[in-house]
């Protein structure tokens, strides 16, 4: 094993491994303090920081590396294989999700010092960094599954982070339901994979498809990006995932959870560019998102949810320059969207203070910027648009009245007639009693 | 000091394991003190003798005896996870003839004592009492998966004159009607829809922790692994009936749960709907769906047995009226519940990181590749499992605190123990599934050649090959 593949390895678990560890000994009874905490989370994150910049001197030379572990098992024809590794499009993820996820982890200790949940959140921060690493340093689409899942119930779990609140609990839950209604996708999308191609390993070469089957397969994997990067019709849920602490609305809405969709479909741009109608589709979605965040973002009456209608925006253009191919437009501009919202997440919660040391700074008030490009619109088509966009396109609606609500109908149709025969007593339960999954309908109505 | 070499002979092993779990059913009719630790030592001894017998059994052979050491352990778990108010001598008593009558199913290759068995496991809950009169479907249930295999039984043994299930091998022995009685069977008691009913109704007026092990000893799909597939090879067109059937329980039973607000029925209907993919995955007919319903096998009886232990402990120091219809904040209270909840939750619905997402993944690739487009309705109906149980779990740990209870503790040393050595075992059998998936891969290749071949199996799993032939994963 050379020094780059170790390094490689060491970067991808070390996080996962500090979860493990401090996990273990908090369910044997131990707490650590904040400080040791902090301490070694910086350490781990300093250290995997080191490593990525040791590994772009070997992917600057223009090598790959590669690690194979063999199967993680293997039954039959199916296998399921172990291979990291890091090229040219991965190594700037790989980058993005250690050195934000050590700033993330730096700001919090102060951020949330004295916070009940204190040890829970930095327990998930180093599953989501394991989760995202896995994702982004994957050789293979089974690989990049299973650390797409890790990230999403990490991201769940932040979400509900303040559990003594109903609202952030209810959105966490809602979050849930359409990350696993989109992760099918990608899913079956792996297996359609295997079943055409034998392999959806993708460090020796992609996978060869047919043109029909390819946009198969890019269909279902757009259904999982699209979930993931939350654009339309799936939007709904960013402004509930705002519920969560701000450092982790930083790391996972600013940064890297809502581009892992994106990435996903820059892994699959070599099955994208000989499928016309999935890139169509692509541009498409990311077309109504860029149009549907940026209406949806100037009506949001929060800090926290403006900028994340903001990078739901870019997001919308990112998918449209993989639409077209522009696959290291797109990778630029992730890094850049990224960062910029990551920092502005993160001064969110002092934005006045900001506002008003800028002011005495120039000694007054800021003048207007001038006027706004929906003031050119009829007053009457104003009017609809803001009420539009004060409903957020009113997609949540859509999706609880098309999807959510027929299937809770059926379920309480089915309980219905599981009670013939029923004894009184477990009707008076009320077991079969009418129940909401759509939670506070949005951040701040609680 | 040497042992005598009767003592690992399997006859007596196998007896071991049965019968000192009977003999301490017997024993706790008339003994009323010490009497978890009574029925700890007779589940640790099937423990010790069902592992011996594992150790013993060659590579691919080893499936009955693995699931006996699953059950041996499971029950074990269930003793000390029973709360005190529950640990009568009826329950011990009850629960360790249950290991005796699963143990001794899985163990038999003769039609009469398979019906004997599955028979006998149904006792506890008819001699205890703890099927209440007034929920008649768990009753009728069982009673009827009894009747549809006694009469299998019959048909098979007055057509061929053979009551030894090895010797049946590959003759389609009865026929239709037999193999027609078996499905009957099989959909009883797996609670398989239209039949599905008896088992929320069962984890609701039932004894939580007696009631998983009673679910959870799986004896649905022990008589699909050990009857319907090695007996009837040749029923192409009727044997995908009983997967199809699996795969509409798993959805409808998971549409079921997502309106479901008493956390009893909904945990049953969760097991069900993720227990239903394991007869999906056994009818599959690929080495991976085989494979990966075993291993979901070993999966949804932790998990399941694990979340009702937890469940039951919950509404001993919390109250019984514990519902998803309302937040309870109990993660305050009981952190180390509420982390071991969610991992044999997330566990269950195949959270990557456990053992099953392995199985999953297994499972739904074997289903996809036998039925393509039913197939499908597997990851649909995972996904909505997922969104119910992560319900449950947030209404029951998660937000506004409750006050008012007057106990408030978190798992005690006893329980902490066993619940971290499940958690342990989901979780490092998700890191290194290696470790299970190779020994159920090799009983799976048999099984899928069987199917495939028509060629003999035995009651344990092992395949009489003609001369020079080997198994599929051997000629890989």
């Known amino acids: ?446 | 000091m040497s042992v005598p070499g009767w003592v690992l002979h399997k006859p007596f092993l196998t007896g071991v394991s049965i019968g000192v779990p009977w003999f301490a059913a017997v024993v706790l009719t008339g003994y009323r003190r010490h009497v978890r630790i009574v029925g700890c030592i007779a589940a640790f001894t099937s423990i010790v003798g069902s592992a011996l017998l594992l150790a013993d059994a060659p590579n691919g052979e080893s499936l009955y005896q693995a699931l006996m050491l699953l059950f041996s352990c499971l029950t074990f778990g269930a003793t000390l996870l029973l709360p005190r108010r529950d640990c009568t001598r009826e329950a011990i008593a009850g629960i360790l003839f249950l290991l005796g009558s699963t143990l001794l199913a899985y163990s038999t290759g003769n039609l009469l004592v398979l019906l004997s068995a599955w028979i006998l496991s149904i006792v506890p809950f008819l001699w205890t009492g703890w099927l209440r009169a007034r929920a008649w479907r768990p009753l009728v249930g069982l009673l009827f998966s009894s009747l549809a295999l006694a009469l299998a039984v019959g048909l098979i043994s007055t057509s061929t004159g053979v009551i030894s299930i090895d010797k049946l091998k590959g003759q389609s022995p009865g026929g239709v009607p037999a193999f027609a009685l078996l499905l009957v069977a099989v959909v009883f008691r797996k609670g398989i829809c239209p039949a599905h009913s008896w088992v929320a109704d069962a984890a609701e007026t039932g004894p939580a922790l007696p009631t998983a092990l009673l679910l959870n000893g799986h004896f649905g799909a022990l008589l699909v692994a050990k009857l319907i597939v090695p007996l009837f090879p040749h029923t192409d067109s009727l044997f995908p009936v009983l997967s199809y059937l699996a795969i509409v329980t798993a959805l409808y039973v998971a549409i079921r749960a997502l309106a479901e607000n008493s956390p009893r029925r909904l945990l049953a209907f969760l097991a069900l709907s993720q227990s239903a993919c394991i007869l999906s995955g056994l009818e599959s007919r690929t080495a991976e769906g085989i494979a990966g319903a075993i291993v979901h096998w070993f999966v949804v009886a932790i998990s399941t047995v694990g979340l009702f232990g937890i469940l039951r402990l919950l509404e001993v120091r919390f109250g019984e009226n514990l519902t998803a219809s309302k937040h309870f904040g109990l993660a305050e209270h009981a952190p180390r519940l509420a982390v071991s909840f969610v991992i044999f939750g997330l566990t269950l619905v195949g959270l990557p990181g456990t053992l099953g997402f392995c199985s999953q993944d297994l499972l739904i690739h074997g289903a996809l590749t036998s039925h393509r487009l039913i197939g499908l309705l597997l990851p649909i109906a995972t996904a909505m499992n997922a969104v119910s149980f992560f319900r449950l779990f947030t209404r029951l740990f998660l937000g506004k605190r409750r006050t008012g209870f007057t106990v408030m503790a978190d798992a005690l040393p006893r329980e902490r123990w066993i619940l971290a050595a499940g958690v342990l075992f989901v979780i490092f059998g998700g890191l290194f599934p290696n470790a299970v998936v190779i020994r159920r891969s090799s009983e799976a290749d048999l099984m899928q050649e069987a199917i495939h071949t028509g060629l003999d199996l035995n009651p344990i799993g092992k395949v009489e090959r003609p001369p020079g032939k080997l198994p599929i994963s051997a000629t890989r």
């Open chain 1, 1 to 446: 094993m050379s020094l780059s593949q170790a390094i490689l390895i060491f970067v991808v678990l070390a996080p996962g491994v500090v979860f493990v560890v401090f996990a273990l000994l908090w369910l044997l009874g131990w707490t650590p303090g904040e400080r040791f905490l902090s301490w070694i989370t910086g350490l781990t994150f300093a250290a995997c920081t080191f490593g990525v910049a040791a590994l772009v001197w070997t992917i600057a030379s223009g090598s790959t590396v590669t690690v194979t572990f063999g199967n993680w098992f293997a039954v039959g024809d199916y296998h399921f294989p172990l291979v990291l590794m890091t090229d040219r499009l991965s190594l700037p993820f790989l980058a993005l999700a250690v050195v934000l996820s050590g700033l993330i982890a730096q700001f919090s200790a102060t951020y949330l010092h004295r916070e009940p949940g204190f040890l829970r959140f930095f327990l998930l921060l180093h599953l989501f960094a394991f989760g995202s690493l896995l994702a982004f340093a994957a050789g293979s689409f089974d690989l990049l599954a299973a650390g797409w899942e890790v990230v999403g119930i990490t991201s769940v779990l932040l979400i509900g982070f303040f559990q003594l609140r109903p609202a952030p609990v209810e959105n966490a839950l809602r979050v849930f339901g359409i990350y696993r209604a989109c992760d099918i996708g990608l899913f079956v999308g792996v297996f359609a994979m295997h079943h055409w191609a034998g392999t959806t390993s993708f460090d020796r070469g992609f996978p060869t498809l047919t043109g029909a089957q390819a946009v198969l397969v890019c269909l279902l994997l757009l259904l999982a990006a699209a979930g993931k990067a939350a654009q339309i019709p799936f939007s709904g849920w960013l402004p509930r995932a705002m519920e969560g602490p701000t450092p982790s609305s930083a790391i996972f809405y600013g940064a890297i959870s809502i581009h892992a969709g994106a990435y996903l479909l820059l892994r699959a741009q070599p099955l994208l560019a000989r499928s016309a109608l999935a890139s169509a589709l692509v541009i498409l979605i990311g077309l109504g998102t860029a149009i549907h965040g940026t209406i949806v973002g100037r009506a949001s009456a929060d800090a926290k949810t403006s900028l994340a209608y903001a990078t739901l925006t870019q997001v919308g253009v990112v998918f449209i320059e993989i639409g077209l191919g522009w696959k290291w437009l797109a990778v630029a501009h992730i890094m850049g969207n990224a960062t910029v919202r990551t920092m502005q997440f993160l001064r969110a919660p002092s934005m006045l203070h900001d506002y008003h040391q800028m002011h005495s700074a120039i000694g007054g008030e800021v003048s207007p910027t001038g006027k706004q490009i929906e003031e050119l619109l009829p007053e009457r088509v104003q009017l609809w648009l803001y009420r539009w966009a004060f409903d957020r396109g009113h997609l949540d609606t859509i999706l609880d009245r098309w999807v959510i609500d027929p299937l809770l109908q059926a379920s309480s149709y089915l309980a219905k007639h599981d009670r013939v025969g029923m004894t009184w007593t477990t009707i008076r339960s009320g077991h079969a009693a009418p129940i909401s999954l759509h939670g506070p309908a949005k951040q701040g109505d609680d």
